[in-house]
């Protein structure tokens, strides 16, 4: 199983005095070059006059672009621990200890504009830049990220179940091709519509329940269809008392699967 997930919009920064990122310590050593390249442009756009414009980022969050400048020297700390939004809170990755730790570190990515792919014990600054971002000189971030991510990914995902918890702009720097072992995106419904409000959540409890359940982690998509169903009885209320109520898989284009989970 390999769950890739979207970067939260929000980043907590890591402790005053805590060490740097180091590039040659991240997982998936063959990004290094792309790594390199896109954090040196989003240093360059991040300095630039117009740079709030450049990123697409509100002027509310100036410092977080200032902060863009200083990347190589900003304190770092675990990506499970930067990556502070609703899909992480109800994750609780930062809380995960022994084997479902073990489990997160080996099954769990984050796709990340700026690193590509992040695992959760990798020690990353907080950054402000999103996938939809089209840098001077690089372009659009997505295509910037397509080849490096298809030479990591590709092989990974001819053997493992992928478990599709990304957003479109962050789909669009890799998808699995049709030589795939199994690609599942995962939806929220309530009262038979697609909604938002409440999939963050409901994405970050079925990734915990993936990693904290006794069973090994699904290999198929029957395996990833009876976990989902286990959790009307294992999964917490999410804001405001809702919850899971069930769960089905259907087909789609691309030769993409959808989890569809309905909450109420």
Known sequence: MLVLLPPSEGKTPGSDGARPVDLSSLSSPELSAARERVLAGVRAASARPDALEVLGVPAGLASEVARNVRL???PAAPAREVYSGVLYAAAGLAELEGAALARAQEHVRTVSALWGLVAPL???PAYRVAMGTALPGLGP???VWRAPLARVLDPIATERLVVDCRSAAYQAAWRPGPTAHAWVGVRVVRDGKVVSHHAKHTRGVLTRHLLTRDAAVPRTTAELLDAARELPD?????PGGWRVLG???LDGPRHQQTLEIAVG
């Not at 294992?234 to 999410?238: A, E, F, K, R």
């Open 72 to 74: 190589d020297a900003e």
């Open 122 to 124: 990798d020690r990353i």
């Open 141 to 143: 971030l997505a295509g």
């Open 234 to 238: 294992v999964g917490p209320s999410g």
């Open 247 to 249: 769960a089905r898989l």
